[in-house]
């Protein structure tokens, strides 16, 4: 890393200096945040379709296809809504999108139990995919808008990187996430219980200790999913204030290739800008 960074090293592997361009520092920020949000919805959604609504591989899977679906379908669709965007910019995509994410999580949290219809979960897992169809291209697009193309390589690879490391946080996060929020609600629903009345204690005496404790470790479970939940969408909510580091007014020296070879759309180049 040092090395890297040395002023000796003539042909760094890395050449940390694009982050001196304010929309490539952005990229690779929000490219951080982003990764921790779509790795770390990604993780919990099957964990929680596995263990606590008891679902098969292929019914999870088959859920898990209405996200896809809608991911696919904002894909194919994304160049007939930019024109839409143009007057709101990328940074207005990336905050839509995030507001998109949000609502998601919030609903997952909601509607999360131990027996939801999967009827519920449609709209929650529908706007988790229609958040990837549009931050992760927005995202891609916007942060090189104004990087030369000699150092565009270089820049995804710094955008990716980050990205990817947002996601090892990202899942991480939400497994020691479940875990620690697991215990915490598995002691208080227990001295909850113990602190009930004598009739309740007495009513409750005829549950074995084990089927105690599976009722309490399902209903803690059900709790600390939540709060994963709300904790992606208090994330997604963070990662709005870091939008404004793409605002950024200077202007494309060249057209950036995306990954297509082909240009970027001019409203997405004004977009790093915002309104001009």
Not at 95 to 107: C, D, K, N, P, R
Not at 108 to 131: E, S
């Amino acid at each position: 890393m040092l090395w890297e960074l040395s002023s000796w090293n003539r042909y760094p592997l890395l050449d940390f200096a694009i982050l001196r361009n304010s929309l490539a520092r952005g990229g690779a920020i929000l490219g951080f945040l982003v990764g921790v949000l779509l790795a770390g919805s990604l993780y919990v959604i099957p964990q929680y379709l596995r263990n606590l609504e008891v679902h098969s591989a292929l019914q999870t899977g088959v859920l898990l296809s209405i996200g896809g679906a809608s991911s696919v379908l904002v894909l194919c669709c994304f160049r007939s809504i930019i024109p839409l965007f143009a007057k709101i910019g990328g940074t207005g995509v990336l905050l839509f999108a995030l507001a998109v994410e949000i609502a998601s999580q919030l609903l997952f949290a909601h509607f999360v139990t131990t027996d939801t219809p999967d009827l519920d979960l449609w709209l929650p897992l529908a706007l988790n995919g229609i958040f990837i169809g549009l931050s992760v291209p927005t995202l891609g697009i916007v942060a090189f808008a104004t990087v030369d193309n000699q150092k565009a390589s270089n820049g995804r690879a710094m955008y990716y990187g980050c990205r990817q490391l947002g996601a090892s946080v990202g899942v991480t996060l939400s497994a020691v996430l479940i875990d620690r929020r697991m215990s915490l609600h598995s002691s208080r629903l227990l001295d909850a219980f113990v602190n009930r009345n004598l009739s309740v204690l007495g009513q409750a005496s005829y549950l074995s200790d084990r089927a105690l404790s599976a009722m309490v470790r399902k209903q803690s479970s059900v709790l600390s999913y939540a709060d994963t939940f709300y904790t992606m969408a208090f994330v997604a909510a963070i990662t709005v204030f870091f939008v404004p580091l793409l605002s950024s007014r200077a202007a494309a020296p060249s057209p950036v290739r995306n990954s297509l070879d082909e240009p970027v759309p001019a409203s997405l180049l004004q977009a790093a800008g915002g309104r001009r």
